[in-house]
């Protein structure tokens, strides 16, 4: 008798990896301005991090394209999980062993971020490929995670901070690496499951040659940039821009914006079906417009923070939300259109962290004025929607 394969053991591990995404995309940002501080490293510099971060998960997920079907998604997703593991490490080590600090730290965020952008490409279509009900709910349940993840590691970091204190942020690392280790175990053992048979699948040239896909593109850009131009910088925004503890900015800014996120990931993962999607992804790009203005133009702290944080709600179902319409327009676009899709969308992730470090830099180190210049991703992104819905009624 066949054994019934038990992907409740392959959520968990998928779980577990937006957690492990969550810990390699957040922890470096908690400790931007200790490296500024140790380490003597400018905004512009600090800005490189996450340039290099989403810039080679960009590159992973164009290789994803072309190599993941071929390798398989089981030796994939467990390479994720050791090279997270792997970077993590080495980013506790090579500040130290380097001649530029600076150097060993973006040698040490190429490799967890390799790791993270093989997470990004295979999680969801692995999920995708399971046999659950209610995809389109799942998926934002499934990205969820990453929320928790991310609250996980600003509280477990925060606690950590006040108890041991922020110089021995190193050991932290160490410990935050044994997640992806204990889960490459997990994804070794758990069921996986192909996504479509490769007769079935979109072929990328195809793919690329579908108008509406190139619309998922630019949603899934400034999906990215929304989201990470104020999470990478939340903390460092909360602490020197408004004055306030790195306790208090830590815990009122990126983790507020990561239990909002969360929480508004969830809900809408239990309603998906009541709720049309499409309309739901245009006000979130309003009220992420509204956010940023509040955190950049603000002059009282109180309502910059809330600004800070209800961005989370704000963001939290762009970028599930645009996998979940692009599946819904391209069935067929298998592992190619969830690689295409990652990439545009660490595109984004990588400009607008940069352009937001860059912009305050030129500002005098004024992180307003480039959160600012990033209320731009939002509003194209709304304007996108738009587009979408009207392209709907016309069909």
Same mark, same amino acid.
């Given at each position: 008798?066949?054994?019934?394969?038990?992907?409740?053991?392959?959520?968990?591990?998928?779980?577990?990896?937006?957690? *492990?995404?969550?810990?390699?995309?957040?922890? !470096?940002?908690?400790?931007?301005?200790?490296?500024?501080?140790?380490? @003597? =490293? $400018?905004?512009?510099?600090?800005?490189? =991090?996450?340039?290099?971060?989403?810039?080679?998960?960009?590159?992973?997920?164009?290789?994803?394209?072309?190599?993941?079907?071929?390798?398989?998604?089981?030796?994939?997703?467990?390479?994720?999980?050791?090279?997270?593991?792997?970077?993590?490490?080495?980013?506790?080590?090579?500040?130290?062993?380097?001649?530029?600090?600076?150097?060993?730290?973006?040698?040490?965020?190429?490799?967890?971020?390799?790791?993270?952008?093989?997470?990004?490409?295979?999680?969801?279509? =692995?999920?995708?490929?399971?046999?659950?009900?209610?995809?389109?709910?799942?998926?934002?349940?499934?990205?969820?995670?990453?929320?928790?993840?991310?609250?996980?590691?600003?509280?477990?970091?925060?606690?950590?901070?006040?108890?041991?204190?922020?110089?021995? &942020?190193?050991?932290?690392?160490? =410990? &935050?690496?044994?997640?992806?280790?204990?889960?490459?175990?997990?994804?070794?053992?758990?069921?996986?499951?192909?996504?479509?048979?490769?007769?079935?699948?979109?072929?990328?040239?195809?793919?690329?040659? $579908?108008?509406?896909?190139?619309?998922?593109?630019?949603?899934?850009?400034?999906?990215?940039?929304?989201?990470?131009?104020?999470?990478? &910088?939340?903390?460092?925004? *909360?602490?020197?821009?408004? /004055?306030?503890?790195?306790?208090?900015? @830590?815990?009122?800014?990126?983790?507020?914006?990561?239990?909002?996120?969360?929480?508004?990931? !969830?809900?809408?993962?239990?309603?998906?079906?009541?709720? @049309?999607?499409?309309?739901?992804?245009?006000?979130?790009?309003?009220?992420?417009?509204?956010?940023?203005?509040?955190?950049?133009?603000?002059?009282?702290?109180?309502?910059?923070?809330?600004?800070?944080?209800?961005?989370?709600?704000?963001?939290?179902?762009?970028?599930?939300? $645009?996998?979940?319409?692009?599946?819904?327009?391209?069935?067929?676009?298998? *592992?190619?259109?969830?690689?295409?899709?990652?990439?545009?969308? @660490?595109?984004?992730?990588?400009?607008?962290?940069?352009?937001? /470090?860059?912009?305050?830099?030129?500002?005098?180190?004024?992180?307003?004025?480039?959160?600012?210049?990033?209320?731009?991703?939002?509003?194209?992104?709304?304007?996108?929607?738009?587009?979408?819905?009207?392209?709907?009624?016309?069909?």
């Amino acid at each position: 008798m066949t054994e019934q394969k038990n992907y409740k053991r392959t959520l968990v591990a998928c779980y577990l990896g937006f957690v *492990t995404q969550a810990i390699t995309a957040n922890f !470096a940002p908690l400790l931007f301005l200790t490296f500024r501080n140790s380490y @003597d =490293i $400018t905004l512009e510099k600090l800005a490189m =991090i996450p340039l290099v971060f989403f810039f080679t998960q960009m590159i992973v997920d164009l290789a994803a394209t072309r190599y993941a079907d071929r390798i398989g998604y089981r030796r994939c997703v467990v390479a994720s999980q050791v090279l997270a593991a792997a970077g993590l490490v080495m980013l506790a080590a090579l500040p130290d062993i380097f001649s530029s600090s600076f150097a060993g730290i973006l040698v040490a965020v190429v490799f967890y971020a390799t790791g993270s952008g093989l997470i990004e490409v295979l999680i969801s279509p =692995i999920v995708e490929a399971c046999p659950f009900e209610n995809k389109e709910g799942m998926m934002s349940l499934l990205h969820s995670f990453y929320c928790w993840g991310s609250m996980g590691v600003i509280l477990g970091s925060t606690l950590f901070f006040t108890v041991f204190g922020v110089e021995n &942020w190193k050991i932290l690392a160490v =410990i &935050w690496a044994l997640i992806p280790l204990f889960n490459s175990f997990n994804f070794i053992n758990c069921p996986i499951e192909h996504l479509n048979g490769e007769s079935e699948n979109m072929a990328a040239g195809r793919l690329l040659k $579908t108008p509406v896909f190139w619309l998922m593109i630019l949603l899934m850009v400034c999906a990215g940039a929304s989201e990470l131009a104020m999470a990478q &910088w939340a903390s460092a925004f *909360t602490e020197s821009a408004l /004055g306030v503890s790195k306790i208090v900015g @830590d815990l009122a800014g990126p983790c507020m914006f990561a239990v909002f996120m969360g929480t508004s990931r !969830a809900l809408y993962g239990k309603f998906s079906g009541k709720l @049309d999607l499409v309309k739901i992804m245009l006000a979130c790009g309003i009220m992420c417009v509204v956010c940023y203005l509040m955190a950049s133009l603000s002059t009282l702290p109180v309502v910059a923070l809330a600004g800070c944080a209800l961005c989370g709600m704000a963001v939290s179902i762009m970028w599930p939300g $645009t996998i979940s319409i692009s599946v819904q327009n391209c069935p067929a676009g298998g *592992t190619a259109m969830f690689a295409f899709l990652a990439m545009a969308g @660490d595109t984004g992730a990588m400009i607008a962290p940069a352009m937001v /470090g860059t912009i305050s830099e030129m500002a005098g180190g004024n992180l307003k004025a480039g959160l600012l210049a990033a209320t731009i991703f939002p509003v194209i992104l709304a304007a996108g929607l738009t587009v979408l819905m009207k392209m709907k009624k016309t069909d």
